[in-house]
């Protein structure tokens, strides 16, 4: 190569998807003098790279694809042919029984009749995950706040932080704000800290990447290091993107606080808070941590800046119990005069992960019962011919109230009341408002502006020039 020059008009390019591992001496300024990254397309360049693999495809008229562009983040193009190769794929295994395989040809009334439509595209965006990201489970959830029982005033906060960023980018331009980079979910374990951060994620329309915390520890020296930043990497490609923190207290604990295994913790936790910094940089990356032990965590994760909104998840209220005894028992038949208003007073300072616990419980008395019926039925007739069980009357068809009394009759707390306080006291010292409300003083407090600053503001509002 550093021949080339003197020999005429020559022009080496070379390709590789693993530039780290080129020595450097081919690197430097006379040889490889230029770098030119072919990354992850974005919305625009998805949309072209679809025309160009459906161009010669028949696609029905109500095929978006702009709105498949927008729903396949992280796709590079070798993926997005996939993603056309699986929906017409699908389009023809819903004709192949009009399709006779032995046959050299196939009837033009079936051919006209195939057209790939916006559904097949639908299907093979949940078969198909970018290619950088297989080993990695990225979904985009289906769980919607319709699925979420209660919990408004936490809606609306994760609307406010989420959200309008994305659909109101023009207002945080004016107003000079940057958007917050995460929120920490803090509460009594069984509550639906997990369920609310993937109805975040199916909300926005992002890929949604779930870490549990102890999988990024490792025995090995730098190891678990390396695996934060794996991860990190893997979500600026699959931008925009929610990345979920279960059991962030695993490694997130205050440093120096005696974790053991050599610092390994403490030097995750450096790691971590490095990525957060530097991960938002033109890129739509949103961290969601969830945690029931947030008094251990390090006070520099959830300054301002990281995790800086803190969202408590209280108990569910009489409305959201009601909700989770529907979802839980929405494949299951129950007698109509089980009322589920009664179920869900009895059931106050339960969990979500109690009452679902609650009604297993019924529904195993119920499928206890009906098998002793069905052999009560069989040992009565047990001289008689071979009994067909099909045409027997079913002994115990719905769960009913008694199976819900032996259910009550069992039924626990998994949330003690020292808990409650523990949470209550953490709530108070990170959100002075809600310490105010509790103490009885007015939440939003009045300020004695001085008397030049108000003036100036009332001069600037009649100043007509002010919205011209």
């Known amino acids: 190569m550093d021949g080339v020059k003197g020999r005429g008009q020559t ?30 397309p974005d919305k625009d360049g998805r949309f072209e790279i679809l025309r160009i693999h459906t161009k010669n495809m028949k696609l029905g008229p109500d095929v978006d694809l702009e709105s498949v562009a927008s729903g396949t983040h992280g796709f590079v193009g070798s993926d997005l042919n996939s993603l056309c190769t699986e929906a017409a794929m699908q389009c023809v295994r819903e004709k192949m029984d009009l399709i006779d395989i032995d046959s050299d040809t196939i009837d033009a009334e079936v051919l006209e009749s195939m057209a790939v439509t916006n559904d097949h595209f639908k299907f093979a965006q949940g078969k198909a995950n970018p290619s950088s990201l297989r080993e990695t489970t990225v979904e985009i959830p289906n769980v919607t706040w319709e699925d979420i029982g209660g919990l408004e005033e936490v809606k609306r906060d994760l609307r406010e932080m989420i959200l309008y960023p994305i659909d109101h980018p023009d207002k945080f331009e004016k107003f000079g704000m940057k958007p917050s980079k995460g929120v920490l979910f803090y509460g009594p374990p069984g509550c639906g800290k997990t369920l609310m951060a993937k109805a975040v994620a199916n909300e926005c329309a992002a890929n949604f990447i779930s870490v549990k915390g102890p999988e990024l520890l490792t025995m090995w020296f730098g190891e678990s290091e390396a695996n934060v930043r794996e991860i990190f990497d893997k979500a600026r490609g699959a931008s925009p993107c929610v990345l979920f923190f279960d059991e962030l207290d695993s490694v997130g604990t205050a440093r120096s606080s005696g974790g053991g295994g050599g610092g390994a913790s403490d030097r995750v936790l450096n790691q971590l808070l490095t990525e957060m910094d530097g991960a938002g940089v033109k890129k739509d990356l949103f961290f969601i941590g969830a945690t029931n032990r947030p008094d251990i965590l390090d006070e520099a994760l959830i300054r301002p800046g990281r995790l800086d909104q803190l969202i408590y998840i209280p108990l569910p209220d009489k409305g959201a119990r009601k909700n989770i005894f529907k979802a839980s028992l929405r494949k299951s038949p129950v007698a109509p005069n089980v009322s589920f208003d009664f179920t869900a007073e009895q059931t106050k300072n339960f969990s979500g992960a109690d009452i679902t616990e609650l009604c297993q419980r019924a529904a195993k008395s119920a499928i206890r019962d009906s ?39 069992n039924a626990r707390c998994s949330v003690s009341t020292d808990d409650l306080y523990k949470f209550d006291q953490f709530r108070k010292k990170m959100d002075p408002a809600y310490a105010k409300t509790v103490d009885g003083a007015s939440s939003v407090p009045k300020i004695n502006w001085p008397e030049d600053t108000t003036s100036q503001f009332n001069n600037a509002a009649d100043d007509d020039d002010l919205y011209d």
């Open 11 to 40: 022009v080496v390019i070379g390709a590789t998807n693993r530039p780290n591992t080129i020595d450097p001496a081919l690197r430097r300024a006379g040889r490889f003098d230029r770098e030119i990254d072919i990354g992850v």
């Open 371 to 409: 098998i002793q019926a069905e052999e009560d039925y069989k040992r009565l007739n047990a001289g008689k011919e071979d009994i067909d069980m099909s045409e027997v009357v079913d002994a115990v068809p719905v769960i009913n109230r008694k199976h819900f009394e032996e259910a009550f009759a």
